[in-house]
């Protein structure tokens, strides 16, 4: 299957690379170099970018913080990744616009979807921040909500591993890998990949969602061409 309009999903994690916190240059770059080239070969591209490399919301409000302000810092360092993938991208030449969920002009273009799709449809690759502007949702739940309101054929998230396992297989090697697996099934397996928010948007829209592993070059490009990598769900 081909795609025209995708949305990928990258957790905050994901750029943490060799290091314990931040922004890892190597794994962004490297990144980066995989995107461009997709947009490349025509793809209209978005992007939604997780904060957990910087400051994670639940963690925060564990931690004694009030969880609405833990979540507001949560999208604030979402913020701050997304200007470092911008910074990438437009050192390879690639034209970005990155839209905050919330105004923070100074920086970024609020969201607006008509601006968003007119973007993307002049083949500028399109960074979403802040998550959804509101506490308590996800940037999984993000991601779901802005590949629907820019009519996206599929969701793509990147992960440390090869798709959506039965357990942990960084914590088991017994782990099975599931090569195509229901929205129900996800839910009803608790496999926490990503929430049931998330999925529930994505099985009433259906909008397939495919898990993967970004860190194995090549991987991206192989799903754009329509090979089969990774867990899809649908």
């Known amino acids: 299957m081909s795609y025209k309009r995708v949305l990928l999903k990258l957790s905050g994690e994901a750029l943490l690379g ?4 931040g922004v890892d240059p ?16 025509g793809i209209e591209l978005a992007i939604v970018i997780g904060g957990g490399n910087i400051f994670r919301g639940v963690s925060g409000a564990s931690n004694g913080i009030d969880r609405v302000q833990a979540d507001y810092m ?13 910074s990438s991208l437009e050192d390879l ?13 100074a920086v970024a273009e609020p969201y607006i979807k008509r601006k968003a799709v007119r973007h993307l449809e002049k083949k500028r690759v399109v960074i979403f921040s802040a998550g959804t502007g ?32 039965d357990i942990d297989p960084e914590k088991s090697k017994d782990a099975v890998k ?17 929430d049931s928010t998330a999925f529930t948007l994505s099985k009433e ?8 592993n970004m860190n194995k070059a090549g991987n991206l490009k192989k799903i754009i061409k329509g090979e089969k990598v990774g867990t899809i769900v649908n």
């Open 205 to 212: 829209n259906k909008l397939p969602i495919i898990v993967f």
């Open 178 to 194: 599931f090569k195509q697996i229901s929205y129900d099934d996800v839910i009803a397996k608790k496999l926490k990949v990503m």
């Open 134 to 165: 509101n506490p308590f949702f996800t940037t999984d739940s993000a991601a779901v909500l802005r590949a629907i309101e820019i009519n996206a054929d599929v969701i793509l998230k990147g992960t440390r591993v090869d798709g959506i396992f």
């Open 18 to 21: 060799e290091k314990s916190y």
């Open 26 to 41: 190597k794994r962004i770059l490297a990144y980066s170099k995989e995107i461009k080239e997709i947009v490349d070969s």
């Open 74 to 86: 949560g999208m604030l360092a979402t913020v701050i990744n997304g200007l470092a993938l911008q």
């Open 93 to 105: 030449k690639i034209q970005t616009r990155l839209q905050t969920a919330f105004n923070i002009e």
